[in-house]
Structure formats: C-alpha cells, structure tokens
C-alpha cells in the first residue's frame, strides 16, 4: 500500500520559502531602520557637543559667528535628510511588515 503524499506538497513549500524571503526582508529592513536611527543620535550627539563647545569658550571671536551661523544652517539642512530618509526607512519596514504577515496568513491558511 502506498503512503499518504500531500499533493499540495510543493505548494506549501513554495508558500513557505515565500514567508521565509519576506521575514528576511523584513529583517534587512529593520536593520537599515536601525541604522539610520544611529546615524541620527550620532549626528545630534555631535552637534551638541560643537555647540557646547562654543558656548563654554571665555571668548569667542568675531570670524567664529559667521562659520557658527553657517554650521548651524548646514545642520538643520542634514537633520532634514535625515528626517526624510528616517520616513522613507519607516515605511519600508510598515510595508515590509504587511507582506510578512500577509505570506504568513497563506502559508497558514494552506497548512490548515
């Protein structure tokens, strides 16, 4: 007598490979988040410190105002990028998260 073989069997792996890639993606997705999230606390870190730095000194000299005012635009410019690659991460991941889930409802559903 023959055993039972799921004819379904390669459908399920295929479901199942396609879960396993989304939830890799999903990874590298959360990574890439993680590092731009970094990048930002290492950039504020740095400007707070250059900032600290001029405010402590005793005196500072006239040609330093012109050099701080363009840091200080230079910054607010890069905390904008930031701001929108940090957007654009976190959409990725939100998008990457519903594909996750939806591969795991049909590979569930077709285990059912």
């Not at 069997?9 to 590298?28: C, H, I, K, P, S």
């Not at 890439?32 to 730095?53: N, P, Y």
Request: aromatic share 8%.
């Amino acid at each position: 007598m023959r055993s039972f073989h799921f004819r379904l069997e390669r459908v399920l792996d295929w479901y199942g490979n396609q879960f396993q890639m989304e939830q890799a993606r999903l990874g590298t997705a959360m990574a890439s988040l993680h590092s731009i999230q970094q990048s930002i606390a290492r950039f504020h870190a740095e400007c707070l410190s250059v900032e600290r730095d001029v405010i402590t000194r005793r005196e500072i000299p006239a040609r330093d105002f012109p050099a701080l005012g363009l840091y200080r635009l230079r910054t607010r410019k890069l905390e904008q990028e930031f701001s929108q690659e940090l957007q654009r991460r976190e959409k990725t991941v939100r998008d990457q998260m519903q594909k996750t889930q939806e591969a795991q409802r049909r590979l569930r559903l077709l285990e059912k």
